[in-house]
């Protein structure tokens, strides 16, 4: 299965990403504290779409398991989409 790039993810798909990445607790712009504490370093995460929000030019992703994934923490990782 090819890899997806990070920036072209689709709301309503499921995804892998086999490497560590942070699962932010909430979009830049609304939680601008940046709140490093409340990050988490998840790796083989199984996710899916929920949301798409841009900061600037950047993608964000609201995922279900509960958090948000930015699109640059994604950059050199391996994303593929889970079939269901």
């Known amino acids: 299965m090819p890899n997806i790039h990070p920036q072209s993810l689709e709301v309503g798909k499921s995804y892998?990403?086999?490497e560590t990445i942070p699962l932010?607790?909430?979009?830049?712009?609304d939680f601008p504290c940046a709140c490093e504490s409340r990050?988490?370093?998840?790796?083989?995460l199984e996710f899916e779409?929920?949301?798409?929000?841009n900061a600037g030019s950047t993608p964000w992703y609201r995922v279900r398991p509960e958090g948000w994934i930015n699109s640059c923490a994604l950059a050199g990782k391996t994303i593929t989409e889970v079939k269901e």
């Open 39 to 44: 990050i988490r370093l998840v790796e083989g």
């Open 16 to 18: 892998k990403v086999t």
């Open 49 to 53: 779409v929920m949301e798409r929000r």
């Open 24 to 29: 932010m607790p909430a979009h830049v712009s």
